[in-house]
T-cell receptor, first 113, second 110 residues
Framework: DVKVTQSSRYLVKRTGEKVFLECVQD?????MFWYRQDPGLGLRLIYF???????EKGDIPEGYSVSREKKERFSLILESASTNQTSMYLC????????????FGEGSWLTVV | RKEVEQDPGPFNVPEGATVAFNCTYS??????FFWYRQDCRKEPKLLMS???SGNEDGRFTAQLNRASQYISLLIRDSKLSDSATYLC???????????FGPGTRLSVLP
């Protein structure tokens, strides 16, 4: 089974803090993604990466950055958290080893106060 | 026009009913097609891939019409446990990215 692990499930941070969300996948997938999901807005793509050290902006990259130093790990960084970044963040991965189907982690619930 | 559109829902159906979900996509070069299920406050999970020849998995049947750019999901003999949001997903022409529909919420009532 594909495993996508988001290490932080529930976080509460203060406005202006730097926040790191970590994601690890165990299927040697080439592609990794960060989404956020808010009520009524569906899944929105923040950033994705199709290879180590590569990154592409998604639909809503403002206020976020990412890092992919190793193939299995994709980190989302909020340089200075704001209250409008309170959301559920979903990491996902996809690759040839699993028929290019996308698999999600369990999500990270971030509250910025 | 949105890239992937779905029935707005919600659908409220009694147990045992047959329910159909519809999805249209705008990019004719889309490569792969899926239905995902998402329970409240959980991550989306793959329900089934959708093939041009149509495919069935127990009570679930998925159909793809490339000419009309249309995907469907049929659930027969619906169960209480089928209550969830159903997401239509297509891959971008590059094959590297995924486009999600807004989802259709289903509530199966006793």
């Amino acid at each position: 089974d594909v495993k996508v692990t988001q290490s932080s499930r529930y976080l509460v941070k203060r406005t202006g803090e730097k926040v790191f969300l970590e994601c690890v996948q165990d299927m040697d997938h080439e592609n990794m993604f960060w989404y956020r999901q808010d009520p009524g807005l569906g899944l929105r793509l923040i950033y994705f990466s199709y290879d180590v050290k590569m990154k592409e902006k998604g639909d809503i990259p403002e206020g976020y950055s990412v890092s992919r130093e190793k193939k299995e790990r994709f980190s989302l960084i909020l340089e200075s958290a704001s209250t409008n970044q309170t959301s559920m963040y979903l990491c996902a991965s996809a690759g040839h080893s699993s028929g290019n189907t996308i698999y999600f982690g369990e999500g990270s619930w971030l509250t910025v106060v | 026009r949105k890239e992937v559109e779905q029935d707005p829902g919600p659908f409220n159906v009694p147990e045992g009913a047959t329910v159909a979900f519809n999805c249209t996509y705008s990019n004719s070069a889309s490569q792969s097609f899926f239905w995902y299920r998402q329970d409240c406050r959980k991550e989306p999970k793959l329900l089934m891939s959708v093939y041009s020849s149509g495919n069935e998995d127990g009570r679930f049947t998925a159909q793809l019409n490339r000419a009309s750019q249309y995907i469907s999901l049929l659930i027969r003999d619906s169960k209480l446990s089928d209550s969830a949001t159903y997401l239509c997903v297509v891959t971008a022409p590059s094959g590297q990215n995924f486009v999600f529909g807004p989802g259709t919420r289903l509530s199966v009532l006793p």
